[in-house]
């Protein structure tokens, strides 16, 4: 009896662990990860949306090899990060705009009905002509009532990369005109057919300038007013400034905002680049990106601003706030949960050359929330070049960022977080108990010096994870075939969570790193 308590102690005291906000969303994918290869040579995911159903759609390109160029590619995954072939009838949706030329696939929204939209870029390889985009229905076909056939192309010399589906089915899209060191923003609007709406500034599109110098605007967000903002950086002096521009619905500058509509930050001591745009209930505008610290390495910056464009001294001191994982970081996503609270997300470069998944939270008033992961920060690790691009939050709070990871070949991946209440998929207090009465898994030697051992009694083991106290993983291994074990010798000492996946049930073990 007296074990049989310490075994149910060790596997709640585990299981609470890997409820942490932050740690990886064991009932996603049975790991918290997803790689897929859409095509058979490349594709990348570069934005990802949340149905109501809870479904994920991941909007990227791939590279079609009959025709030797990227075409659009939507991905969608079930709840639990299985394809959903209910969907395009693998789960996967490929779009072509045309064959001699490269698609490029930048934002996702899904519309109140659930139509699902996906905007970017077309031309030639290397010279961008076109602004594109497309609507699907829910099982994955084209929607043949937006523009013709499913697919909109406008003829457009500059990329296109964020777009926003206002209440009365519009379509506003950020993006910049002109060539490099000489752009400006650009935003259009497209009706809910797909059609230039030439009730919005220049017949349906408008270009802004900053300083005359380069200006390249990444995120547009909609206030509950109407308005539209607009985030990117401009370039003053040769240096980078963060830069907002607000319109009202027509598209006229809204005055009341900054000068003139506009505002510019400058973050850092070198230079900084805005990269994604969030607004909290209370209006109040969050932008994130990167800056380079006085070492030269890049961090995050995240700066806040009250609603007329001032920079809100409540967050972080002075409206600015930075966030280090060391190394190399950047943010390219940002989004408010309901309570208030801040996530970003982007990549991060600590463990060595390669990139991996960052992702932080930070507290109302821009300090990083312990709570989270390892003192508010996680990374996470798909074995190659790993680059965060896009992050939504669902329902639910658990968070959810797609991206791409480059080994051999481009792949588009996704990882799940779990957020403030949420919880993996864990065995419940009947799996405990079968588990106490058959022992179907023992580890050996516990405490472990060097190499931990499974003896699995029953059926193949098919992902075992490591995690410190705080639910970081710290080592993942797919598949366990026995012989050589675990190799555990870098771990410090200390205690530390073994996780086993075996007939699609978890099982938690502790043990004591030597």
């Known amino acids: 009896m007296k074990h049989i308590f310490i ?10 662990s890997f409820c942490q906000a932050g740690s990886l969303d064991l009932s996603f994918s049975m790991n918290g990860k997803v790689t897929t290869l859409v095509g058979t040579s490349s594709s990348r995911g570069n934005s990802v949306a949340i149905q109501s159903n809870g479904k994920i759609i991941v909007a990227g390109d791939y590279l ?35 064959s001699n030329s490269d698609d490029e696939a930048n934002s996702v929204a899904i519309q109140p009905t ?20 497309v609507r699907l229905k829910a099982n994955g076909d084209l929607d043949n009532s937006f523009g013709i056939n499913g697919k909109v192309k406008i003829p457009f010399a500059g990329r296109m990369k964020s777009l926003a589906i206002q209440p009365d089915g519009k379509f506003v899209i950020a993006g910049d005109t002109g060539y490099n060191n000489d752009r400006n923003f650009a935003l259009l609007r497209l009706t809910s057919d797909g059609t230039l709406d030439n009730s919005f500034g220049r017949n ?52 009341s905002f900054g000068k003139d509509g506009k505002v510019t930050t400058f973050v850092g001591t070198t230079g900084a680049s805005g990269l994604a745009l969030d607004i909290q209930p209370n209006g109040k505008i969050l932008q ?22 001032t920079l809100d001294n409540s967050f972080a001191g002075n409206g600015k706030s930075a966030v280090s994982f060391g190394g190399e970081s950047g943010a390219s996503s940002i989004n408010v949960q309901p309570d ?5 997300a982007g990549i991060n470069s600590i463990n060595g050359p390669d990139y991996d998944i960052a992702v932080a939270r930070l507290k109302k008033n821009g300090t990083l929330d312990n709570s989270f992961g390892n003192g508010g920060e996680v990374t996470t690790n798909f074995g190659g070049n790993d680059f965060g691009s896009s992050m939504a939050i669902q329902p639910d709070g658990k968070i959810v960022v797609a991206g791409l990871s480059i080994t051999d070949k481009y792949r588009t991946i996704v990882a799940r977080y779990l957020g403030d209440g949420s919880s993996p998929a864990v065995i419940t207090m009947n799996d405990q108990t079968n588990l106490i009465k058959s022992t179907l898994i023992k580890i050996y030697p516990n405490p472990v010096t060097n190499v931990i051992h499974l003896r699995e009694l029953n059926s193949l083991i098919t992902s075992i994870t490591i995690s410190n106290q705080l639910g970081n993983v710290l080592i993942q291994q797919p598949v366990y075939s026995g012989g ?24 938690n073990f502790k043990f004591i790193k030597q």
């Open 7 to 16: 075994l149910t102690a060790m596997l709640l005291f585990s299981i609470k």
């Open 64 to 98: 079609n090899n009959f025709h030797n160029n990227y075409d659009f590619a939507i991905v969608r995954y079930n709840i639990n990060g299985t394809l959903d072939k209910s969907f395009a009838g693998n789960g996967k949706a490929g779009v072509d705009f045309g």
């Open 114 to 133: 659930g139509e699902i939209v996906v905007i970017g870029n077309s031309g030639p390889p290397g010279n961008i002509k076109y602004l594109v985009g």
């Open 204 to 255: 349906g599109t408008l270009s802004i300038d900053f300083y005359g110098e380069d200006d390249e605007a990444n995120s547009v967000a909609l206030q509950s007013n109407g308005k539209i903002v607009v985030g990117g950086f401009t370039v003053q002096n040769g240096i980078r400034r963060f830069a907002i521009a607000r319109f009202h619905k027509n598209g006229t500058f809204d005055s």
């Open 288 to 309: 994130a990106g990167d800056f380079a610290n006085s070492k030269g390495d890049g961090e995050i910056a995240i700066v806040r601003y009250n609603i007329d464009g």
């Open 340 to 344: 208030g609270k801040i996530i970003v």
């Open 484 to 507: 050589r074990g675990i190799n555990v010798s870098m771990l410090k000492p200390g205690a530390y969570n073994l996780t086993v996946l075996q007939n699609n049930k978890i099982t």
